[in-house]
């Protein structure tokens, strides 16, 4: 998902578009979950960008994406940009 969100609409109150897109992130991010990883692979992982247009985007983590939105609502931002690949990724030790 490599997606530029726009908050202003004539009919749509603010408030509501913020759930949408929230809405939106879940709803992606549960059905990249649920794709069938190749073999040799234990989980999903997702990298992750945030930030006022594409260009000023900085790579977070996936647990961020939700107060990344709650500061955009906090600061009444217009638009945002949001990208998340996913990725197969295996389960490395922890080291001792």
């Known amino acids: 998902m490599k997606k530029t969100f726009n908050l202003l ?3 749509i109150k603010y408030a509501r578009l913020v759930d949408a ?3 939106d992130v879940k709803k ?3 059905r990249e979950r649920r794709k069938e990883l190749p073999d040799g ?3 999903w992982d997702f990298d992750c960008k ?3 247009t594409a260009e000023q985007a900085k790579v977070i983590h996936v647990a961020k994406v939700g107060k990344c ?4 609502e906090a600061e009444q931002l217009e638009s945002f940009y ?3 690949l996913a990725k197969p990724t295996r389960r490395r030790k922890k080291p001792k």
């Open 9 to 11: 609409h004539p009919k």
């Open 21 to 23: 897109v929230r809405g």
């Open 28 to 30: 992606y991010l549960k």
């Open 41 to 43: 692979f234990d989980f």
């Open 50 to 52: 945030f930030g006022p």
């Open 69 to 72: 939105i709650n500061a955009v």
């Open 82 to 84: 949001l990208e998340i």
